[in-house]
């Protein structure tokens, strides 16, 4: 049997995939000034197929990033702003009592809002834990099950969630659980003097920011199998591991401010999501193979959510942030064989 070389169609992929992320880039920056950081961890988690939990103060640009990416994306976009007397039937849907042409009535079916390609979850943090409960089958398993009833998610699906961390009034915080369903925690911050002066050019100028679409959601999905076939080396697996072990306190790989500043590490996902988001790294470095700078470099948005510390480490102002930095810094890089 003829073997047929699979390099050339490896790269021919590899560079539709590095082309189209640019495309939806240069879209989403001609209405969002700066925050390229910000910009680059969500593309790269709707490409790795996660959710992504952004968090900074109002007036930010959150919701206006995230609908400038749908519209670059041609994908269906829904908005649910939470509130605290929201319930789980106005996010998933519920069964309503309708009047027929006949003047009989009948039980349909009505679904929710989670029903869509792109999810904008607004201030999450203000629903009630109930009602955020609602949304931990759907980010897992990409479907909602109501009574009898299951609906799946369209492809591809991404919940984007935004939260303020400084209003505490009102404000339910995220349970672990659902935060371990968010492949990145992305921090939006302050723009420059220079960022200011774009933005009030951009926003209060008498000519709109029209944004073209770029692919839609078959092109995305198949971007999305580009990413899961990007091979790990040993190496590249075994440094993950290590980092996510060393959020643990008490393993072999932890420092002691984790040991001692830290109630509750990263769980298994945290090893997925650090592969998942290195391919993606790697792909945009004109790579074929994860290394261990790909792991390192996405870190900190795969791991700072998934850290819990303690009451100590809050008392000697070590915050999660400076652990995984000591982590970084502490743990070696698995030695390649010769």
């Not at 951009?202 to 944004?211: S, Y």
Request: proline letters at 7%.
């Amino acid at each position: 049997m003829q073997m047929i070389d699979q390099a050339p169609l490896a790269r021919e992929r590899a560079e539709a995939f590095r082309t189209t992320f640019r495309a939806i880039r240069d879209q989403v920056r001609r209405m969002m000034v700066g925050q390229e950081d910000v910009i680059d961890g969500v593309l790269t988690a709707l490409m790795a197929g996660g959710h992504v939990l952004l968090e900074g103060v109002p007036g930010l640009g959150k919701t206006m990033l995230v609908n400038s990416i749908s519209r670059a994306v041609a994908l269906p976009f829904s908005r649910i702003q939470f509130t605290p007397d929201m319930m789980p039937a106005d996010i998933i849907g519920t069964t309503m009592l309708t009047e027929t042409d006949g003047g009989g009535h009948e039980l349909t079916f009505e679904q929710g809002p989670i029903v869509a390609n792109l999810v904008l979850a607004d201030e999450i943090n203000r629903a009630t834990p109930k009602t955020q409960s609602a949304l931990l089958e759907v980010m897992q398993e990409r479907q909602v099950t109501v009574g009898r009833r299951t609906i799946r998610m369209p492809e591809p699906f991404c919940v984007m969630a935004t939260q303020n961390p400084v209003d505490q009034e009102g404000t339910y915080p995220l349970p672990e659980a659902q935060l371990d369903r968010f492949l990145f925690k992305l921090l939006v911050g302050y723009p420059t003097e220079a960022e200011y002066h774009a933005i009030i050019d951009r926003t209060t100028g008498g000519d709109p920011v029209a944004i073209d679409p770029v692919t839609d959601a078959a092109a995305l999905c198949a971007l999305r199998d580009v990413v899961r076939q990007v091979p790990v080396p040993q190496v590249a697996k075994s440094y993950a591991i290590r980092l996510v072990m060393a959020t643990q306190p008490g393993s072999a790989y932890a420092p002691e401010s984790v040991t001692h500043g830290v109630a509750l590490g990263a769980s298994p996902r945290g090893v997925q999501g650090l592969i998942l988001a290195a391919k993606v790294q790697c792909l945009l470095d004109n790579r074929f193979a994860v290394s261990c700078d790909d792991i390192a470099a996405i870190a900190r948005p795969v791991l700072r959510h998934r850290v819990l510390v303690n009451y100590q480490a809050m008392a000697r102002g070590d915050g999660t942030e400076q652990l995984i930095d000591d982590i970084l810094r502490t743990v070696s890089r698995p030695v390649i064989p010769a």
